[in-house]
Nanobody, 122 residues
């Protein structure tokens, strides 16, 4: 069974920093794109940052120059360094990964973590 487990959320003051991590475990035979999404109360889930299998990142305009996504394929892990946090960054942050989980199949499927709360407030 494949699991994605996030860590690193919490309460931080505006202007502060947090680092989120997500580790995938289980029977994994291939790793595609990995990314972070967030969902604020009353809003739809939105893409925050995504990083390709080759390590190319893309960011939502709202977080560019403040957030940095990185990945470690050997550990099947991604991280999100969040700096200059704003109250509007408050949300549940979800990790997502596109994984190949069947040895004899070339198909990749999306998997999600359970989410970690990030609250930016004074």
């Amino acid at each position: 069974q494949v699991q994605l487990v996030e860590s690193g959320g919490g309460l931080v003051q505006p202007g502060g920093s947090l680092r989120l991590s997500c580790v995938a475990s289980g029977s994994i035979f291939g790793i595609g794109a990995m990314g972070w999404y967030r969902q604020a109360p009353g809003k739809q889930r939105e893409l925050v940052a995504i990083i390709s299998s080759g390590g190319v990142p893309n960011y939502a305009d709202s977080v560019k120059d403040r957030f940095t996504i990185s990945r470690d394929n050997a550990k099947i892990m991604i991280a999100l360094q969040m700096n200059s946090l704003k109250p509007e960054d408050t949300a549940v942050y979800y990790c997502s990964a596109t994984l190949r989980t069947m040895r004899n199949s070339g198909s990749y499927y999306p998997y999600w973590g359970q989410g970690t709360q990030v609250t930016v407030s004074s």
